[in-house]
């Protein structure tokens, strides 16, 4: 069956570091793109970045780019997104999110009505 698991969510100081897993087991499909998104108590859910899963391809938010990073591992159909230098504004509940090809469409990038599939979430608290 189709699903998302996300490991790695916690606690941390400001100017920490954290890495969130996202294990994806999606039968016979294929990812298109991985994104992550993340969202704040009171606040709309919001894009941090996707990496393409042939190309290696990866985009990220101004708001986390330079301390965010999203790498992956094809074989185990894992995503991993690394977050250096986490500020208290990072907290919130962080999402995997996969496209698939099977599904068509346009390849996902910054909008989560772009993609098929979705994890439960993980929560990120860093405190000040």
């Known amino acids: 069956q189709v699903q998302l698991v996300e490991s790695g969510g916690g606690l941390v100081q400001a100017g920490g570091s954290l890495r969130l897993s996202c294990a994806a087991s999606?039968?016979?499909?294929?990812?298109?793109?991985m994104g992550w998104f993340r969202q704040a108590p009171g606040k709309e859910r919001e894009f941090v970045g996707y990496?393409?899963?042939?190309?290696?391809?990866?985009y990220y938010a101004d708001s986390v780019k330079g301390r965010f990073t999203i790498s992956k591992d094809n074989p185990k159909n894992t995503v991993y997104l690394q977050m250096n230098s986490l500020k208290p504004e990072d907290t919130a509940v962080y999402y995997c999110?996969?496209?698939?090809?099977?599904?068509?469409?346009?390849?996902?990038?910054?909008?989560?009505?772009?993609?098929?599939?979705w994890g439960q979430g993980t929560q990120v608290t860093v405190s000040s």
């Open positions: 999606l039968h016979t499909f294929s990812i298109r793109t």
């Open positions: 990496i393409y899963w042939t190309g290696g391809t990866s």
């Open positions: 999110a996969a496209d698939v090809r099977e599904f068509g469409s346009a390849i996902a990038g910054r909008k989560d009505n772009e993609y098929d599939f």
